[in-house]
Protein backbone atom coordinates (compact mmCIF):
# COMPACT_ATOMS: atom_id res chain seq x y z
CA UNK A 1 0.00 0.00 0.00
CA UNK A 2 1.37 3.40 -0.92
CA UNK A 3 1.14 6.01 1.35
CA UNK A 4 -0.17 9.43 -0.09
CA UNK A 5 1.44 12.98 0.78
CA UNK A 6 -1.17 15.03 1.64
CA UNK A 7 -0.67 18.73 1.16
CA UNK A 8 0.05 20.67 4.67
CA UNK A 9 -2.40 23.74 5.30
CA UNK A 10 -1.95 26.16 7.22
CA UNK A 11 -3.68 27.20 10.51
CA UNK A 12 -2.57 30.45 10.68
CA UNK A 13 -5.38 32.94 8.43
CA UNK A 14 -3.82 36.05 7.03
CA UNK A 15 -5.09 39.12 6.97
CA UNK A 16 -5.36 41.91 5.06
CA UNK A 17 -2.90 44.65 7.22
CA UNK A 18 -4.24 47.35 5.64
CA UNK A 19 -7.61 47.39 6.91
CA UNK A 20 -8.75 49.92 9.49
CA UNK A 21 -11.60 51.60 10.60
CA UNK A 22 -14.28 53.16 8.55
CA UNK A 23 -15.40 56.73 8.44
CA UNK A 24 -18.64 55.98 9.82
CA UNK A 25 -17.31 54.12 12.75
CA UNK A 26 -14.80 57.26 13.93
CA UNK A 27 -17.87 59.21 13.50
CA UNK A 28 -20.24 56.83 15.94
CA UNK A 29 -17.47 56.88 18.78
CA UNK A 30 -16.45 60.40 18.33
CA UNK A 31 -20.21 61.33 18.94
CA UNK A 32 -20.31 58.77 22.18
CA UNK A 33 -17.19 60.80 23.53
CA UNK A 34 -18.94 64.27 22.78
CA UNK A 35 -22.20 63.00 24.66
CA UNK A 36 -20.35 61.88 27.38
CA UNK A 37 -18.28 65.00 27.94
CA UNK A 38 -21.33 66.99 27.17
CA UNK A 39 -23.02 65.41 30.52
CA UNK A 40 -19.77 65.34 32.65
CA UNK A 41 -19.05 69.09 31.90
CA UNK A 42 -23.02 69.89 33.00
CA UNK A 43 -23.00 67.84 36.09
CA UNK A 44 -20.01 70.29 37.14
CA UNK A 45 -21.56 73.23 36.69
CA UNK A 46 -24.98 71.91 38.30
CA UNK A 47 -22.60 70.64 41.31
CA UNK A 48 -20.92 73.98 41.56
CA UNK A 49 -23.73 76.31 42.65
CA UNK A 50 -24.88 73.26 44.64
CA UNK A 51 -21.89 72.97 46.42
CA UNK A 52 -21.61 76.56 46.95
CA UNK A 53 -25.34 77.15 48.30
CA UNK A 54 -24.41 73.69 50.63
CA UNK A 55 -21.08 75.17 51.94
CA UNK A 56 -23.21 78.63 52.69
CA UNK A 57 -25.73 76.63 54.37
CA UNK A 58 -23.58 74.59 56.57
CA UNK A 59 -21.44 77.84 57.49
CA UNK A 60 -24.36 79.23 58.54
CA UNK A 61 -25.64 76.34 60.93
CA UNK A 62 -21.98 76.27 62.31
CA UNK A 63 -21.98 80.22 63.08
CA UNK A 64 -25.76 79.15 64.63
CA UNK A 65 -24.45 76.62 67.03
CA UNK A 66 -21.45 78.29 68.01
CA UNK A 67 -23.50 81.61 68.80
CA UNK A 68 -26.06 79.38 70.92
CA UNK A 69 -22.93 77.37 72.58
CA UNK A 70 -21.58 80.91 72.97
CA UNK A 71 -24.39 82.60 74.80
CA UNK A 72 -24.64 79.57 77.38
CA UNK A 73 -21.06 79.45 78.43
CA UNK A 74 -20.92 84.04 78.58
CA UNK A 75 -23.84 83.94 80.05
CA UNK A 76 -25.03 86.60 77.91
CA UNK A 77 -27.29 87.10 74.68
CA UNK A 78 -25.24 86.63 71.33
CA UNK A 79 -26.56 87.34 67.56
CA UNK A 80 -26.56 86.08 64.50
CA UNK A 81 -26.33 89.29 62.29
CA UNK A 82 -27.52 88.55 58.43
CA UNK A 83 -26.19 91.62 56.11
CA UNK A 84 -26.04 91.61 52.23
CA UNK A 85 -22.30 90.46 51.92
CA UNK A 86 -21.94 88.47 55.21
CA UNK A 87 -23.39 87.11 58.28
CA UNK A 88 -21.64 87.78 61.50
CA UNK A 89 -21.96 86.20 65.37
CA UNK A 90 -21.54 88.67 67.87
CA UNK A 91 -22.76 89.79 71.49
CA UNK A 92 -26.33 90.99 71.15
CA UNK A 93 -25.60 94.25 72.28
CA UNK A 94 -23.62 95.36 69.41
CA UNK A 95 -25.46 93.90 66.46
CA UNK A 96 -26.89 96.51 63.51
CA UNK A 97 -24.38 98.91 64.75
CA UNK A 98 -23.02 100.00 61.64
CA UNK A 99 -19.37 98.72 59.75
CA UNK A 100 -16.86 101.76 60.02
CA UNK A 101 -14.54 101.37 57.13
CA UNK A 102 -10.73 100.80 57.24
CA UNK A 103 -8.02 101.18 53.97
CA UNK A 104 -7.75 97.41 54.07
CA UNK A 105 -11.34 96.07 55.14
CA UNK A 106 -14.23 96.61 56.79
CA UNK A 107 -13.94 96.45 60.54
CA UNK A 108 -16.57 96.11 63.50
CA UNK A 109 -16.52 98.57 66.33
CA UNK A 110 -15.14 96.70 69.16
CA UNK A 111 -16.78 97.69 72.63
CA UNK A 112 -15.26 94.87 74.38
CA UNK A 113 -12.44 92.77 73.43
CA UNK A 114 -13.25 89.33 75.58
CA UNK A 115 -15.92 89.12 73.57
CA UNK A 116 -16.63 86.43 71.03
CA UNK A 117 -17.01 87.13 67.17
CA UNK A 118 -16.71 85.49 64.07
CA UNK A 119 -18.12 86.16 60.37
CA UNK A 120 -18.90 84.47 57.39
CA UNK A 121 -18.80 86.49 53.56
CA UNK A 122 -21.39 85.65 51.34
CA UNK A 123 -20.37 84.48 48.00
CA UNK A 124 -20.62 87.44 45.05
CA UNK A 125 -23.56 86.73 43.60
CA UNK A 126 -25.12 85.19 46.17
CA UNK A 127 -28.27 86.93 48.17
CA UNK A 128 -29.36 86.18 51.57
CA UNK A 129 -33.02 85.80 52.67
CA UNK A 130 -34.50 85.59 56.74
CA UNK A 131 -38.36 84.51 57.02
CA UNK A 132 -39.73 85.41 60.95
CA UNK A 133 -41.34 82.76 63.05
CA UNK A 134 -44.89 82.49 62.12
CA UNK A 135 -44.15 84.46 58.83
CA UNK A 136 -44.44 83.40 55.01
CA UNK A 137 -42.35 86.43 53.73
CA UNK A 138 -39.00 86.03 53.04
CA UNK A 139 -37.28 89.43 54.17
CA UNK A 140 -34.51 90.61 52.22
CA UNK A 141 -31.07 91.55 53.00
CA UNK A 142 -30.24 95.02 51.25
CA UNK A 143 -26.82 96.89 52.63
CA UNK A 144 -28.60 99.35 54.68
CA UNK A 145 -30.76 96.30 56.31
CA UNK A 146 -29.57 94.77 59.15
CA UNK A 147 -31.82 91.39 59.98
CA UNK A 148 -30.75 90.00 63.71
CA UNK A 149 -31.39 86.72 65.30
CA UNK A 150 -31.01 86.04 69.13
CA UNK A 151 -29.50 83.44 71.16
CA UNK A 152 -30.02 83.61 74.75
CA UNK A 153 -28.42 81.93 77.69
CA UNK A 154 -30.78 79.76 78.05
CA UNK A 155 -30.14 77.83 75.36
CA UNK A 156 -33.21 78.95 73.14
CA UNK A 157 -33.48 81.15 69.84
CA UNK A 158 -36.28 82.19 67.56
CA UNK A 159 -37.61 79.94 64.86
CA UNK A 160 -35.77 81.16 61.77
CA UNK A 161 -35.71 80.50 58.06
CA UNK A 162 -32.91 81.42 55.79
CA UNK A 163 -32.68 81.27 52.22
CA UNK A 164 -29.98 81.45 49.95
CA UNK A 165 -30.26 81.69 46.28
CA UNK A 166 -27.62 81.96 43.59
CA UNK A 167 -28.51 82.88 39.75
CA UNK A 168 -31.25 80.18 39.30
CA UNK A 169 -30.17 77.80 42.31
CA UNK A 170 -31.68 78.34 45.85
CA UNK A 171 -31.90 76.34 49.15
CA UNK A 172 -33.91 77.08 52.11
CA UNK A 173 -33.46 76.18 55.74
CA UNK A 174 -35.15 75.97 58.69
CA UNK A 175 -33.66 76.17 62.21
CA UNK A 176 -34.64 74.04 65.08
CA UNK A 177 -35.04 77.09 67.83
CA UNK A 178 -33.66 74.40 70.99
CA UNK A 179 -30.27 73.29 69.26
CA UNK A 180 -29.67 76.25 66.31
CA UNK A 181 -29.76 73.28 64.00
CA UNK A 182 -31.68 72.88 60.54
CA UNK A 183 -34.68 70.91 61.14
CA UNK A 184 -35.65 70.73 57.40
CA UNK A 185 -33.86 72.22 54.09
CA UNK A 186 -34.75 72.45 50.46
CA UNK A 187 -32.29 72.82 47.63
CA UNK A 188 -33.18 73.52 44.17
CA UNK A 189 -29.82 73.59 41.85
CA UNK A 190 -30.21 74.16 38.07
Aim: hydrophobic share 45%.
Amino acid sequence: MAWKTLPMTSAVKTTDLRRGFTLIELVVVLAIAAVVMGGAVGLMVYSSDEHSLRRASGEIELLAKRARVTSMLHQTPYALEFRADRVRMLPLAEAGRPLRKSKKRDVEIQSDASATREEFRIKDGMSLFVRRWDSKQWLDTVKEDVHIWRFDPEGLCEPLSVKLVLDQSWSADTYEPLTAAIRESELEAR
